[in-house]
């Protein structure tokens, strides 16, 4: 698991890293979604998703989806809990990825996608950062992810 994006990550996952480390309200305090603007960021809007983190131990549930479903079969929508989304492979290692968010460290993926698509995508990034209204306890996860098909070009 990669916390921190790397040098080569796109642009569009280095620029929100940095957007959320801006908002933070002190630096030893996570930002939460009153930080947050979608204004400020309209260009990225088709690839962000939100997640909530519920109860303890803690679920993730589907906040807000965007255009990712329609624009790529994902089946999942909002309010469903990502545990039970339909064609996740692998789910032990997607609870084991927002734990760890949820333990307020942000985690960055390139790879193959860990839910089917019906679309021809062969390999997404990802970022996900942990929000907190109250500066420490995470309660919601700010996520973007772009999707390559074969040739390494963004959808």
Excluded at 56 to 68: H, V
Excluded at 125 to 141: F, K, T, Y
Aim: aromatic share 10%; glycine share 6%.
């Amino acid at each position: 698991m990669v916390f921190e994006p790397p040098p080569t990550a796109h642009r569009k996952v280095r620029w929100l890293c940095d957007y959320w480390r801006d908002r933070r309200p002190a630096p030893d305090r996570l930002p939460g979604r009153q930080h947050i603007d979608p204004a400020d960021f309209p260009r990225l809007l088709e690839n962000i998703w939100l997640l909530d983190v519920v109860g303890d131990p803690p679920r993730f549930r589907f906040r807000l989806i965007g255009e990712m479903p329609r624009r790529f079969g994902i089946p999942a929508k909002v309010g469903d809990f990502i545990d039970q989304a339909p064609g996740a492979e692998r789910p032990d290692a997607l609870r084991e990825l927002f734990v760890a968010v949820a333990e307020r460290r942000p985690c960055w993926f390139r790879g193959r996608p860990t839910l089917r698509h019906e679309s021809q995508i062969s390999e997404l990034e990802r970022i996900i950062l942990p929000l907190a209204r109250d500066g420490a306890r995470v309660d919601m996860m700010l996520c973007l992810t772009l999707f390559y098909g074969s040739t390494g070009e963004e959808y």
